[in-house]
């Protein structure tokens, strides 16, 4: 286990996700709590999900306008109202120097204590939260946090835009785990939210049994107590 930042001191969230659903299947359940209490909580989309969806009668411009909106509605299920879509192709994000600065960009503008964001590094226990874009989303946003979005000199043309210091990140999907969060008393929500992407989750008539088994084996071997469930993350400090 590893310490946190005391959650009387965190005021404003955000998260950073390479596509719609993204952030509903990781930590959905933690950011509901953290609505619950009052945090600001913003999420910033890369893509628009554009190429994924099971009904391809609709072109990758429509399935991106359908899942904005799905991710949108999710959003709502879990306290959030402001969302950030930077527009990049799904499937073809690369950690580039650009990405860096829309997303040290959008750091400036919501100056959040803490980010929420992928992994960087590829996870062999399970393949699903490695995907290219996530690894990709998670390497940039590591470096926007450090050094760019608190470096005054990194971007000039974003010197209208005061840098800003992350004092914490916690990354998703990653392969080295050492903090647990009991999300318990919001699962219906974080169930309720990733139902709202229809387009990528209506097939699953299972969604709900294997979402809580996936949080019920998080609680176990975060050694929670019998009957919880938890959400799971790599908490780095940064300051």
Known sequence: MVDVLNEADV???LAVAAHPD???FSSAGTIAGWTDRGVEVV???VTDGDAGGFDRTVDGEGMGALRRAEQTAAAKCVGVTDLRFLGYRDGAVEPTLALRRDLSRVIREVRPDRVITHSPERNYQRIYPSHPDHR??????LDAVYPDARNPYAFPELADLPAWTVR???LMGGPAVNHYNDVTDTVDRKIAALRAHVS???HREDLEDMVRGWLGANAQAGGLPEGRLAEAFQVVPTV
């Open 43 to 45: 999420y910033c989309l």
């Open 168 to 170: 914490e990140v916690w």
């Open 136 to 141: 990709a989303v998670g390497a940039a946003a």
């Open 11 to 13: 005021r404003r969230v």
């Open 200 to 202: 990528q989750t209506a």
């Open 22 to 24: 993204d952030v509903d």
